[in-house]
């Protein structure tokens, strides 16, 4: 752990210099390392999940961040918001996902999470998982979006 990286990276992702590139937005090298120790080991190393267990995060938290509910819900599941990153490693891992598996499906107008929108939310965490995951499939059905499966 090199605490300073992580400030930087918290600097830069709270920065949010309009026009930045998203290079910017997180530290590739950092959230490759946090996934891999975090969030691989469940999610798979692409991201693609397990069948009837561990659902995909490719193309789909981009449509879920287009729901205000939704961008909550992303850092609130338990496997995210239970995790031992810290709010600013959270804050990063979640930028490199949605800029690298979700580059499709991730809204022209998202704006990067920071450390501090993740310590405000990211507690308590969901116990109602499946019930709120129901209801944001619903909606984004609703916008026309039938991308996000409801069964994984
Ligand atoms: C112990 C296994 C495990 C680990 C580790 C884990 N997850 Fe998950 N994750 C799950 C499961 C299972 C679900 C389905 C919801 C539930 O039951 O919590 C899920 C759901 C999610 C979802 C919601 C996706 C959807 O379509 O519903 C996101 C986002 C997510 N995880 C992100 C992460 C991130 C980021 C990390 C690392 C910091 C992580 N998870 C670590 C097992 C895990």
């Known amino acids: 752990m090199k605490p300073r990286a992580v ?15 998203q290079a910017q937005e997180y530290d590739a090298a ?6 891999v120790l975090n969030c691989m080991g469940c999610h798979t190393a692409n991201g ?11 193309e789909s938290l981009g449509h879920f961040v287009s729901l205000p509910e939704g961008r909550q819900f992303v850092m ?21 996902l949605l800029a690298t598996m ?14 501090d929108e993740i310590a405000a939310h ?13 209801k944001l499939v619903k909606e984004l059905q609703e916008n026309g979006v039938n991308a996000v499966p409801e069964h994984y």
């Open 122 to 134: 990211r507690r308590p965490a969901l116990t109602d998982v499946a019930r709120t995951r129901t």
């Open 48 to 58: 693609s999940g397990i069948p009837g267990k561990v659902p995909a995060l490719r």
């Open 76 to 96: 609130r599941v338990p496997g995210a918001a239970n995790s031992a990153l810290n709010d600013a490693e959270l804050a990063n891992v979640l930028n490199w």
């Open 102 to 115: 979700n580059e499709r499906s991730r809204p022209a107008s998202f704006k990067p999470y920071t450390a």
């Open 30 to 35: 950092r959230a490759r390392q946090d996934w």
């Open 7 to 21: 400030i930087a990276a918290a600097m830069l992702a709270a920065l949010g210099t309009p026009g930045a590139s």
